[in-house]
């Protein structure tokens, strides 16, 4: 599955009643994860470099450490989907 994610975060961000300064805030804010991080959670692998990861706040770069080993330019799922926290 392919999405723009910019544009997906950004939407969901501008959901929410709080305004930002500028996107990068607006990335940090956990309304900008939550369709992203559903998504994500049905992934066995990513691709998520330079931009994407700017794009990630702290607790969902956590999230992806915690649940994915980077293997070159891709991560690779080390747990089993449905595990806890991931929701």
Do not use: N
Request: net charge negative; hydrophobic share 35%; aromatic share 10%.
């Amino acid at each position: 599955m392919l999405v723009d994610s910019y544009g997906l975060m950004l939407h969901d961000a501008l959901e929410g009643p709080e305004r930002f300064t500028h996107a990068g805030a607006a990335f940090e804010s956990e309304q900008s994860q939550h369709t992203m991080r559903s998504m994500l959670e049905r992934c066995d692998f990513l691709a998520v470099e330079g931009r994407g990861e700017g794009q990630l706040s702290a607790s969902s770069e956590r999230w992806v450490q915690e649940h994915f080993a980077r293997e070159g330019f891709v991560w690779k799922r080390i747990s089993p989907r449905g595990t806890p926290g991931d929701r």
